[in-house]
């Protein structure tokens, strides 16, 4: 789909306008800024000094050329647009893993976020830069939206920068295993408990902890003995592994219904592979608390791999002799305007 028919869709209600962002192609890349062709003056010392500022250098230099290869990698919850993303470690975990295929499982870009408050850094740009430099060197990238990103709802079918964004999809193993792949929000109305935790790591839980103190000033002025507010949202985080049971149960059966062999979703932000009632649910987890993703080899095997380290922290790293050069043009400008302009 050209750009001429995305304007057709009517995204009157949407926050963030997928529109607006570029649609890349090899023959289209945008040029390079300005700033780049020009000599820099003694006013840009230190502007131009490094082209992606407050990023490690390790995660911006030419990359190595020995990427473990998978056939498919799954990432969800990854919160770009909010502080609390680790988008370092994914950027150094996506420079280190390869795939034919990737999913991204929703709740990729935190457009709930975007709504209020916009954090967005230079390694959230390079995560973005990352993902679409493997579709342009030949990865199938997948986008289901998730609740985060759900005006990317509006958008199943099209596709940006060589992402498609498809809103459910079912991936077939190379063994034969055909599994749904699906955010899983979508099963939050039937999960008692579920109100309650779609607020966790939101800003009211941030503001409870918050008020905790407060509270306990208050109470203590006034002579009245301790009450922990957050204690008391810790006894209610009791309800939350009922509710990751009865998520996890939730979507096996829907799973069975559909009469494939497993699912494949996020959302909950608890990395998990294990077999329910005859299917194998598996959930990739995230990357705000766990860095975990969900790969198949070549195999048709499934393993949740678990990125809590920079490559270069982990037992036998070996700096790579074999470098291949940086051909990603630098998207800052046009991610930049098409976001602020959301
Ligand atoms: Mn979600």
Redesign the pocket.
């Known amino acids: 789909m050209n750009v001429e028919d995305m304007t057709a869709v009517d995204n009157s209600q949407s926050y963030f306008d997928p529109s607006l962002l570029p649609v890349l192609t090899d023959d289209n890349l945008p040029p390079l800024m300005p700033q780049d062709t020009r000599v820099p003056g003694k006013r840009d010392k230190g502007r131009f000094l490094t082209r992606r500022p407050n990023l490690d250098q390790r995660l911006t230099g030419p990359r190595s050329k020995h990427r473990t290869q998978h056939r498919t990698l799954f990432l969800s919850?990854i919160h770009l647009g909010t502080p609390g993303c680790k988008a370092e470690l994914l950027l150094d975990f996506l420079r280190n893993n390869d795939a034919e295929t990737i999913y991204l499982v929703?709740?990729i870009i935190d457009g709930w976020r975007l709504k209020r408050s916009w954090y967005w850094s230079a390694a959230h740009n390079a995560v973005v830069q990352e993902l679409l430099r493997k579709a342009r060197k030949g990865a199938t990238v997948i986008y289901v939206p998730?609740?985060?990103d759900e005006a990317l709802r509006d958008y199943t079918g099209l596709n940006f920068g060589g992402v498609d964004v498809i809103n459910e999809t079912i991936h077939e193993t190379a063994d034969g295993r055909r599994f749904l792949v699906i955010?899983?929000?979508q099963f939050d109305g039937v999960v008692k408990y579920a109100k309650w935790l779609a607020h966790l790591g939101d800003r009211a839980y941030e503001l409870a902890l918050l008020m905790n103190n407060w509270l306990h000033d208050i109470r203590r002025a006034f002579g009245l003995s301790y009450w922990s507010l957050s204690s008391w949202l810790k006894h209610k985080v009791k309800n939350a592994v009922e509710f990751i049971s009865s998520y996890e149960v939730a979507l096996a059966r829907e799973a069975r219904e559909r009469g494939v062999d497993g699912v494949i979703c996020?959302?909950i932000h608890h990395a998990e592979m294990r077999e329910i009632d005859g299917v194998l649910y598996c959930n990739d987890g995230d990357w705000v608390e766990s860095c975990t993703a969900l790969a198949e080899d070549k195999s048709g095997r499934l393993t949740i791999i678990e990125w809590r380290h920079f490559s270069w922290e982990q037992a036998g790293y070996i700096a790579p002799a074999e470098m291949e050069a940086d051909d990603a043009p630098d998207l800052v400008p046009a991610y930049m305007n098409a976001l602020s302009a959301a």
Do not use: K, L, V
Request: aromatic share 0%.
């Open positions: 919850d929703g709740d998730g609740n985060h955010h899983g929000d996020g959302h």
